[in-house]
């Protein structure tokens, strides 16, 4: 049986584009069906693509990484996951990485230690650099709370056009959708800050009363 080429890429989340390591593939002469795009963190291996990959490779195959980190970002998984792949035949290609490729004719036991010693290397650095990310990040959002910043969403106001909105809608003179058109809001947020507002004026009716009786 020919042997058979893939490809496997791996960015950390969705806002992260894979565009480079696709014309990367491309160049590498594999074809669109056989490369596997994953958008998920690499400290762990328990990703659908990535699975579905194992399933269908054989022996005397080969799988095309960017780089030892697209591979994995967790140092004894890799290794373990590195082994598998050797074990059962499957070649192994990093571009960036080219010391640690695998071969199924390398019989030079004295290459492969050293192979394996390098491979520990790049893991281990792999897997400090994610647990670097991790600890940047914390820190970030820390002094940004630290600043009084507010993190994600901005928080949805009551506007004067919104108040527009609401009233028109609270008479029954528009419908929601067209509210939320007028308000330049979405459907979520509408509904939202109908229920702050309706607090606001619970509110209000409330102290009314308590001034009122004293």
Known sequence: MAKKRFAYIRVSD???NEARQVETMKKEGIEERDVFIEKMS???FERPKYQLLKQLVREGDEIVFDSITRMGRSMNET???YEWFVENGVELKFIKE???NTSNEQDDIIKQAIQRVILTVLAAFAEKERLDIKIR???GIEAAKAKGKHLGRPKAVITPEFELAYKQ????????VEAMKKANVSKTTFYRLVKQLKENSSEKS????IRGSD
Do not use: C, H, R, V
């Open 169 to 176: 809608w609270n008479n029954n003179e528009i419908t929601a």
């Open 98 to 100: 080219p010391m640690i």
């Open 79 to 81: 290794l373990k996951e």
């Open 42 to 44: 690499g400290k762990n």
């Open 137 to 139: 990040q914390a820190e």
């Open 206 to 209: 409330e102290g009314s009363s």
């Open 14 to 16: 969705k806002d992260q």
